[in-house]
């Protein structure tokens, strides 16, 4: 099973960047959202990455614009007709993705695989909401999604062999390492980093330390490249809140109980880098 035309539902952070990974490794790729202005501000967002690139000389303006040439954008599902294998990237909510999936799964072709970014929502789960579950996979991509090499790789309760193996392939062929996991709340990395990074906003929501402190204190004394609130700042507070619901929810134990200050930051709309404001200021 050869894929070779990608569709990506959804033109945020993680949605253009899986477009524009996919673009770069010469795949023709078509990159959905809702309205032409977030389809306008992604391909922004892919044209100012790859100028970066350009100017390290780690990527000719040739180069670069053969692979913007490569991604095409539409508001209208039925665009993703032809496309072997459509990725949905949009927000970590268990309702709007269901949706999509059933939307996406009438307008793709029937033996196109439907996989989606979630970094915490069961495959299983979603892949009941369309008529080839046997074909739905999770391909979880880490942000900044051009630079970061991991992928995980989780099936679902009826993803079939030739799925996995074929998701494992286009992983390999965009230069991503794929890693299998099984199917669980949070699956393998954000199950471990999602509670430290709830546990850094304990620990400032108790006064132990500032922002800053707390950052310092992880890097220096754990050689983390980034500290955990600088990084929650990065992800999102509210997919580290959607993502602290789901491990709450799914294993109904305490110790992933979401802190109150991300709940309230959250509920306030400081939501970090997307929005100026966080555990930072940006």
Do not use: W
């Not at 990506?8 to 253009?16: Q, S």
């Not at 695989?113 to 579950?133: D, E, Q």
């Not at 998701?167 to 471990?192: D, E, Y």
């Not at 400032?204 to 754990?222: H, P, Q, S, V």
């Amino acid at each position: 099973m050869e894929l070779k035309a990608i569709g990506v539902v959804g033109a945020g952070t993680m949605g253009n960047g899986i477009a524009q990974a996919f673009a770069v490794a010469g795949f023709p790729v078509t990159m959905t959202d809702i309205g032409q202005p977030q389809l306008e501000r992604g391909l922004k967002t892919v044209d100012a990455s790859l100028d970066r690139l350009v100017k390290k000389e780690k990527m000719t303006a040739a180069d670069k614009a053969a692979a913007l040439g490569r991604i095409r954008t539409a508001t209208d599902p039925a665009a993703l007709t032809d496309c072997d294998l459509v990725i949905e990237a949009a927000t970590e909510n268990l309702e709007l993705k269901l949706k999509l999936f059933a939307q996406v799964d009438g307008a793709a072709k029937p033996d196109a695989l439907l996989a989606t970014n979630t970094s915490s929502i069961s495959i299983t789960r979603l892949a009941a909401a369309t008529r080839r579950p046997d074909r739905v996979i999770g391909m979880h991509f880490f942000n900044p999604v051009p630079v970061m090499q991991l992928v995980e790789l989780i099936r679902g309760l009826a993803t079939s062999d030739a799925t996995y193996a074929a998701a494992a392939a286009v992983a390999k062929a965009i230069g991503k390492h794929p890693v299998k996991v099984k199917n669980s709340p949070g699956f393998v990395v954000n199950r471990m980093l999602c509670p430290m990074l709830n546990e850094a906003i304990f620990a400032l929501g108790e006064g132990l330390a500032t922002a800053a402190e707390i950052d310092a204190a992880m890097k220096l004394g754990c050689n983390h490249p980034i500290g955990p609130l600088a990084l929650c700042d990065l992800i999102g507070l509210d997919v580290q809140l959607a993502v602290m619901g789901v491990l709450f929810e799914g294993f109904k134990d305490p110790k992933y109980r979401p802190a109150p200050l991300l709940v309230e930051m959250v509920e306030a709309g400081y939501l970090g880098r997307k929005t100026g404001r966080g555990f930072f200021t940006y």
